[in-house]
């Protein structure tokens, strides 16, 4: 076991799973942020386990030529985007590995993970941010909360360069009415304030919605709040309130009340209109949304005949795209408002061949099997756990031509591949999205084929 405070000469050998640098000493793996393959440097040693240790760079000694310097002034502090030290070819080049090698060493799997599907341009792509408010040296400020903790790094006055301009210019009136009305922001000690959040959401064509996240539906000046969000945003439609008065993570409240303007927005994706709403979910990403979405309809294979189950539906965005190119889609979610919005945004596009369920997955589509449901296709895009084994279990005994897996989550997906393989399929097709630019994460769709008896 590595001391705490030793320091060593170190050479980075790969990634890990965020991003960070695994180097080796003594056989002892050390994860060390910010550091890049092949690249060497002094390493203090900050927190030691067993059989591995986590490290801080204290020198670079030799810079690799994908080093790249961060474009964010509150980048070591904020840890959202752990990948702004490397240059974004490297950036997808480290997802691209990253799920090779846990396809192949989890998931068992022989197949070549090809070039992660990146942006032209991977700034100001995100639709939807959530700024966690508090006071600091008396005076209102949002930002990010710092990895694992809850101490706000405040928005630099350029903004998050991930989200758009609208967005930081909604936050900073925001804070103006703080400052003017002297509305406190919230404290999680004392229990004490009014604004918890800023959350904004804007659509493909320039819409902006702003929520305030309040414990209080009571608020100061109410019209001097919309007269400065009207002034900074040219394309705002919305502003409501979210109230939420407990002790709790969670950020939004039930309760939303629009104080101006429009309950909902519309945007599009593939050509269907949906709904945008306060609580209703929907891709951060829209312009990599149109890529995975057109790759799991791909790979679905659909001839206009066929029944598909899309488990973990959401609010329905996969399964109406499904139903343009099959006989029937039966979508199922756990969240009721998903499912409302599902419904909504199937009569908006006039598709009639498709459903919807409220469940858990885990329980309906075991159910649905056993009562003889037998789809031709089932497409899952499960939360970052992964499905459940009862949903693999259900899979495998439906016996579908093709299974198409949405994946937010390599570690899982690659454990989940390996119990459909065993079940009988055989993994066809992957390829990766870059969905959320400058972060370790990625998105992934594979297809599954089931194996024919001179296969297996």
């Known amino acids: 076991m590595l001391s705490r405070n030793a320091i060593f000469e170190m050479t980075c050998e790969g990634f890990g799973q965020d991003a960070q640098g695994v180097c080796r000493h003594d056989g002892i793996a050390v994860f060390v942020p910010g550091l890049l393959p092949g690249e060497r440097a002094l390493v203090r040693i900050v927190k030691p386990e067993k059989r591995y240790a986590f490290g801080r760079v204290e020198q670079l000694l030799e810079k690799s030529p994908d080093r790249a310097e961060p474009f964010c002034p509150a980048y070591k502090r904020c840890g959202g985007c752990s990948c702004q030290h490397m240059t974004y070819d490297t950036s997808l080049r480290f997802k691209q590995s990253q799920v090779q090698e846990l396809l192949r060493r989890v998931g068992g799997l022989d197949i070549t993970v090809p070039s992660v599907l990146g942006m032209e341009v991977p700034f100001a ?12 040296k008396g005076e209102p400020a949002c930002g990010f909360f710092a990895p694992r903790s809850h101490d706000l790094i405040p928005l630099p006055k350029q903004g998050c360069r991930i989200q758009g301009e609208d967005s930081r210019d909604a936050t900073q009136a925001v804070l103006a009415w703080m400052k003017k009305t002297g509305v406190r922001a919230y404290d999680e ?5 009014l604004v918890r959040h800023i959350m904004t959401r804007c659509t493909t064509d320039g819409k902006l919605m702003v929520v305030l996240v309040v414990t209080s539906a009571q608020i100061p000046n109410q019209p001097l709040l919309i007269e400065l969000l009207k002034k900074a945003v040219p394309g705002l439609v919305s502003v ?3 109230i939420n008065s407990k002790r709790t993570n969670v950020i939004l409240g039930t309760d939303i009340r629009v104080l101006w303007g429009e309950a909902v927005m519309e945007d599009t994706i593939h050509g269907l209109r949906f709904e945008v709403s306060p609580l209703s979910f929907f891709q951060v990403n829209p312009v990599q949304t149109e890529k995975l979405y057109g790759l799991a309809l ?3 294979q659909l001839s206009g005949e066929e029944t598909v189950v899309d488990a973990y539906c959401g609010a329905g965005t996969i399964s109406l795209m499904l139903a343009k190119k099959a006989r029937r889609v039966i979508g199922i979610e756990i969240v009721p408002e998903a499912i409302d919005n599902a419904k909504k945004n199937a009569a908006a596009n006039g598709v009639s061949n498709a459903e919807f369920l409220v469940g858990a997955t885990e329980e309906l589509l075991p159910k649905l099997v056993e009562n003889g449901l037998r789809p031709d296709v089932i497409v899952v895009d499960p939360p970052r756990k992964g499905c459940e084994p009862q949903v ?3 899979i495998i005994k439906a016996q579908p031509e093709r299974v198409v897996y949405v994946s937010c989550g390599a570690p899982t997906l690659a454990r989940d591949a390996k119990l459909l393989t065993e079940g009988g399929y055989t993994a066809t097709a992957v390829q990766c999205v870059d969905m959320f630019c400058w972060t370790g994460a990625v998105e992934t769709v594979m297809c599954f084929a089931r194996s024919t008896g001179e296969d297996a």
Do not use: H, M, Q, T
């Open 189 to 193: 000690v004392s229990g004490r304030g």
């Open 240 to 242: 409501c309130l979210s």
């Open 298 to 300: 791909d790979y679905a």
């Open 392 to 394: 693999l279990e259900a």
């Open 125 to 136: 792509y995100r639709n939807k941010g959530a700024y966690p408010v508090a006071d600091i």
